[in-house]
């Protein structure tokens, strides 16, 4: 997770300062990432939809930041995070349903 975060803060950082070759190269290895058998967690239906939603949104970073276009880019980059957000929620929810037993 922690090469993601570090990606995903570059993204960031390119949309601040509309350095879309940045924004291209760390959309991408979000991208790469994402696909890492390391980061296939439990292979829930869910887990499953949010891991393509958020290949989806790396490659709208990517086309973004190819057309130069920073508002396309920047929700892009906010479709991202929340794909990430409902991830990680949805795995603590298993997580804690997997410890308790149910």
């Known amino acids: ?5 570090e ?16 924004i291209s190269a760390n959309a991408q290895k ?8 390391g980061w ?5 239906p869910e887990y ?3 891991t393509a939603e958020f290949r989806r949104h790396a490659e709208a970073l990517q086309k973004a930041a190819r057309d130069e276009n920073l508002d396309a880019a920047s929700v892009a980059y906010f479709q991202l995070t929340i794909s990430c957000v409902n991830c990680h929620r949805h795995m603590r929810g298993v997580r804690t349903e997997s410890n308790s037993g149910l």
Do not use: D, P, W
């Open 48 to 50: 499953k939809q949010y």
């Open 40 to 44: 296939q967690a439990r292979q829930t």
């Open 30 to 37: 979000l991208a790469v990432l994402s696909q890492a058998a």
């Open 1 to 5: 997770m922690k090469l993601k975060l």
């Open 7 to 22: 990606s995903s803060q570059k993204v960031l950082e390119g949309i601040a300062v509309e350095n879309f070759a940045a």
